[in-house]
């Protein structure tokens, strides 16, 4: 079975600093999509950033960046120069090729100290 | 703009009632998830929809149930089978495909809560 690890609940930067926030995951599996989502306040879920398993290079988006380490299973979320904006939940999530349903993982709470 | 549109936003449920919670989407999807959301965890799957008259359980299915009649909605029912409804309920929908590396958006929820 999947899993999805987040080893930590809550975390804080600075504005204008970088954090890093950790994920690992569980597979057998060799082909698989990797997702970063954020839920603030207003709960809604948005995409922050996707891997797609195959690809070595890791994604960037703006400010948000991952480091994938396929061997470790390891997807970590790097946010540079944070922003007020950026403080919510944010979780991680596996996707097995060919299948639709996502598995998540529990969350950490990023806190922007202004 | 295209999006996901749940509703009510809050909903509440008498002990014995079924109660229904609405999700539509006007992106084209063809699949349709829920999901329920407890405080301190993630999301968990409850119901998938891949094509219309077409659903499948995911991992907490019991006292829940969907349809799909429509390719833009996807109900799903909280019955009185299910003892401990009050949580936070997310729609979701993508589009579908193999090997698809589409995200899948998510509505805005609805708040369940037991009076």
């Known amino acids: 079975a999947q899993t999805v690890t987040q080893s930590q609940p809550e975390m804080s930067v600075q504005e204008a600093e970088t954090v890093t926030l950790s994920c690992t995951y569980d597979t057998s599996e060799s082909d698989y999509y990797l997702f970063w989502y954020k839920q603030p306040p207003s709960r809604q879920m948005i995409l922050v950033i996707r891997q797609e398993a195959y690809k070595q290079q890791n994604a960037t988006e703006n400010r948000f960046s991952v480091n994938f380490q396929k061997a470790a299973k390891s997807f970590s979320l790097k946010i540079s120069d944070s922003q007020l904006g950026d403080a919510a939940m944010y979780f991680c999530?596996?996707?097995?090729?060919?299948?639709?349903?996502?598995?998540f993982g529990t969350g950490t709470r990023l806190t922007v100290i202004p | 703009d295209g999006g996901i549109t749940q509703s009510p936003k809050y909903l509440f449920r008498k002990e014995g009632q079924n109660v229904t919670l609405s999700c539509e989407q006007n992106l084209n999807h063809d699949a349709m998830y829920w999901y329920r959301q407890d405080p301190g965890q993630g999301l968990r799957l409850i119901y998938y929809?891949?094509?219309?008259?077409?659903?499948q359980k995911g991992d907490i299915a019991e006292g829940y149930s969907v349809s799909r009649e429509k390719k833009e909605s996807f109900p799903l029912t909280v019955t009185s089978a299910q003892k401990n409804p009050t949580a936070f309920y997310l729609c979701?929908?993508?589009?579908?495909?193999?090997?698809?590396?589409?995200?899948?958006?998510f509505g805005d929820g609805t708040r369940l809560s037991i009076l």
């Open positions: 999530a596996y996707r097995r090729t060919g299948a639709n349903n996502l598995f």
């Open positions: 929809s891949q094509i219309v008259n077409d659903f």
């Open positions: 979701a929908s993508s589009i579908r495909g193999r090997g698809s590396n589409q995200p899948q958006h």
